[in-house]
């Protein structure tokens, strides 16, 4: 546990698919990952790991599932809030987001997320509709997850300039090469992004950017280290990244790596990491 309350899940996926395809979901490395994954099933996993609250996060890009997200989480002891998903681009994005607020469970929408990272655009986030629809984010009080892949990180920092009001939290420390060991560019393209104040970062998915057969600590601390030297125990967060995570590791292992790589810190700073950081960000 983490202090007296224990630890906070910052990211973690569900989803049944007997409802709605995972499309992304191809290939036989991830064939493990295509079945049904629900609360029921997170939930002792979590527990036996000592997380007390989690933060669920949207998978696909269609309306229907945050709306289904918010329901799970009013009905949850455990998920205390929902990243959604929202057309960013659509004119009524305003009264989307308004209306998301109505639903049950519409008090746990936390933030809003797009895969940035499968636009063709390096420059996505900086078109005008997008921008817009950013703004309407940071006017209804949430923030925005970005996923993106490292390559596009500085989109993400000129972004995150020409929007100061809103907050950006970066899923996966931006995906950096573990597998291949390279450090850079995406190092400095992450400290550029850490320089901006509105920014916080997920210390999540790094399992599974390396080699998800044979990875150790030892590949990993790197990354750890660079991000936790950037943004501080004050802007970063754990997540599971469950299910993904399974793909590398179970979600105790995934847990017991984050305990090690933020080992050197401070109680009170490793409770941040664990904790009090997502608390803050998200208004949890």
């Known amino acids: 546990m983490t202090g007296r309350e224990g630890i906070v899940d910052a990211h973690h996926h ?6 709605r395809d995972q499309d992304w979901i ?3 490395e991830l064939a493990p990952l295509r079945r049904d994954f629900t609360l029921a099933d997170l939930e002792p996993e979590a527990r036996a790991a000592g997380v007390r609250a989690t933060v669920l996060v949207q998978t696909i890009t269609v309306p229907e599932e945050t709306p ?3 329901a799970l989480a009013h009905g949850s002891d455990l998920v205390a809030g929902v990243v959604g998903w929202c057309d960013l681009t659509a004119p009524d994005v305003t009264d989307t987001l308004a209306a998301l607020r109505e639903l049950p469970g519409g008090d746990r929408l936390v933030g809003i997320r797009h895969q940035v990272q499968d636009e063709p655009d390096p420059d996505w986030l900086l078109r005008p509709d997008v921008r817009r629809g950013l703004r309407a984010v940071a006017d209804a009080g949430l923030v925005h997850d970005l996923v993106v892949r490292a390559h596009q990180l500085p989109a993400t920092v000129r972004a995150a300039a020409l929007l100061p009001e809103l907050t950006f939290v970066l899923d996966h420390a931006g995906k950096p ?3 291949t060991g390279e450090l850079r560019p995406w190092a400095d393209d ?3 992004l850490a320089a901006r104040p509105n920014t916080v970062c997920k210390l999540s998915g790094l399992v599974t950017e390396a080699d998800v057969r044979s990875w150790t600590v030892r590949d990993l601390r790197p990354y750890a280290d660079t991000v936790l030297d950037a943004f501080g125990p004050d802007r970063l967060m754990f997540g599971s990244d469950w299910p ?3 793909l590398a590791a179970t979600y105790q292992e995934v847990v017991d790596t984050a305990r090690t790589l933020i080992g050197d810190l ?3 700073e490793r409770t941040r990491v664990l904790a009090t950081t997502a608390e803050r960000v998200y208004g949890l």
């Open 14 to 19: 569900v989803w049944d698919l007997s409802v």
């Open 68 to 70: 289904e997200f918010l």
């Open 266 to 268: 401070g109680e009170d």
């Open 244 to 246: 993904v995570c399974r």
């Open 177 to 179: 090469p573990v597998a």
């Open 190 to 192: 992450l400290r550029a």
């Open 26 to 28: 191809t290939g036989d």
